[in-house]
């Protein structure tokens, strides 16, 4: 090997191996500072992109369980209305087996009917109540459905109704007095109210369970893109100790390798 001046290939090739050293430590250090295996595009451009599809998908999966919650919340509201309404045909009915009795006179009967008539107030303030200004009730003679997706693609949804409680209690409500409704009628609309309740829970349970699928969804989802972008700290590590040791190696042999081209100056002397 010939002795230079001028040119120090032992010298370029300790710098060249240091800088790749030195790269190699700085990408450790940011990928152990961060936790992230991808802190750059270059790291992995596929992985990047899979990875942000990915997190866009958990966030919409939040989103749609947050939606199923609040409908929920809707069934859970209705579902307290059909139980005051249960109650109040419940009473209506006690008042009509008692404005039945023999032993009632006229006064009687028609205090009953007072208290009937404030029931069917009652009846047609509940079937007007909402939630966050969302009817609970259709209008109609039938239920409105309302649809609520329950994947972050929104390519499948469960059903909730609007359910038609003025329809289900109409003979009750519309009657003019006590002796305008017969008790057969408020026992059909006590039923109908308990197979509303019914239609609810069921819808309640769906909900449930649509959720419950969300949150293992979420999981699953969270696991993928955890390997894709999160780093391995334990082979990281290992990989920040070798680019240590071989940037400190590198900067010794660096050293080295410029100091080698003093060996000329011995010539010349």
């Not at 990915?54 to 749609?64: E, G």
Request: no cysteine; charged share 15%; proline share 0%.
């Amino acid at each position: 090997m010939s002795v230079t001046i001028n040119t120090n290939s032992a010298a370029t090739i300790a710098k060249n191996n240091l800088n790749n050293s030195n790269t190699m430590l700085q990408k450790s250090l940011n990928r152990l500072s961060s936790g992230l295996r991808i802190t750059a595009p270059s790291d992995d451009a596929g992985g990047l992109a899979v990875s942000m599809k990915l997190s866009a998908a958990i966030k919409r999966t939040d989103a749609v369980n947050t939606n199923l919650m609040n409908a929920q919340s809707f069934l859970q509201t209705q579902d307290g209305a059909f139980q005051i309404a249960g109650k109040v045909l419940d009473r209506m009915s006690e008042l009509k087996t008692l404005s039945a009795d023999v032993t009632k006179n006229a006064t009687d009967v028609a205090n009953y009917d007072t208290e009937f008539d404030a029931l069917k107030s009652q009846l047609t303030a509940i079937e007007g109540e909402t939630f966050n200004g969302v009817s609970l009730f259709t209008s109609g003679s039938s239920a409105n459905t309302l649809s609520v997706a329950t994947t972050e693609s929104g390519g499948t949804s469960v059903s909730i109704n609007q359910a038609a409680l003025g329809n289900a209690v109409t003979n009750a409500s519309s009657a003019t007095d006590l002796a305008d409704v017969s008790l057969a009628q408020i026992t059909t609309a006590i039923e109908n109210v308990a197979t509303l309740r019914a239609q609810n829970g069921a819808q309640s349970s769906q909900l449930s369970f649509a959720s419950d699928m969300l949150t293992v969804n979420k999981q699953n989802l969270e696991a993928a893109n955890s390997r894709i972008i999160d780093v391995d700290v334990a082979t990281e590590s290992t990989q920040l100790a070798r680019a240590n040791i071989l940037v400190q190696a590198g900067s010794a042999m660096l050293d080295q390798a410029n100091a080698s081209s003093a060996i000329a100056l011995l010539l010349l002397e």
